[in-house]
């Protein structure tokens, strides 16, 4: 299996402008996680899915923030629009049997905010 | 919400030493806790699960113990190599947070020749 795989891997872009992360979960896998790193607050959960529903998005830093699941093979989180603070590093993971399970990390996407 | 704490930050030992990573948490009522490892520009890659009702969890040279009554966690790593440079992270899943893991920020290892 080829893993959790994201795309792009870097991407920089200006203020203002709109960001699209892409992430294919690893097949068969039930659940996805979008998380957000950074050097201040390191890991943060963003929102996860369970069966291509999210079940919680509480972690959505506001609602410049927005991700889709519309099949189970691909998952979208976008900001709209960009601010230099959303830069980050944005992991997606996925797992078989959700929080009872291991998660596997994506290679991640570092986000530049300009 | 729960607080995962990791000392020390950083750590460089030379080659061949055993050495202890600390984790501890504030809310003992956990549902499992995991360590992973992180390599510069990578993703995240779990190491070992312990479950609650779990007191230790092994692999190769990895043992990582689970003390939920005192809220502390401890990831040994045996007889170290320069391979096992990287930045190791715990994160702990309480029972009723959904799927959510909260993340320590980690410790970063630095294992010389």
């Known amino acids: 299996d080829a893993g959790v795989i994201q795309s792009p891997r870097h991407e920089v872009t200006e203020m203002g402008q709109e960001v699209t992360l892409r992430c294919k979960p690893i097949s068969g896998h039930n659940s996805l996680f979008w998380y957000r790193q950074t050097m201040m607050r390191g890991l943060e959960l963003l929102i996860y899915?369970?069966?291509?529903?999210?079940?919680?998005d509480s972690g959505m830093p506001e609602d410049r923030f927005s991700a889709k699941m519309p099949n189970a093979s691909f998952s979208t989180l976008k900001i709209q629009p960009s601010e230099p603070r959303d830069s980050a590093v944005y992991f997606c993971a996925s797992s078989l049997a959700g929080g009872a399970d291991t998660q596997y990390f994506g290679p991640g996407t570092r986000l530049t905010v300009l | 919400k729960q607080e995962v704490t990791q000392i020390p930050a950083a750590l460089s030992v030379p080659e061949g030493e055993n050495l202890v990573l600390n984790c501890s948490f504030t809310d003992s009522a956990i549902y499992n806790l995991q360590w992973f490892r992180q390599d510069p520009g990578k993703g995240l890659t779990s190491l070992l699960l312990i479950q609650s009702s779990q007191r230790e969890q092994t692999s190769g040279r990895l043992n990582a113990s689970l003390d939920k009554s005192s809220g502390r966690s401890t990831l040994y790593i045996a007889a170290s190599q320069p391979g096992d440079s990287a930045t190791y992270l715990c994160a702990v899943r309480l029972p009723n947070s959904g799927y959510a893991l909260n993340f320590g920020k980690g410790t970063s290892l630095l294992v010389t020749p």
């Open positions: 899915f369970n069966n291509n529903v999210p079940i919680d």
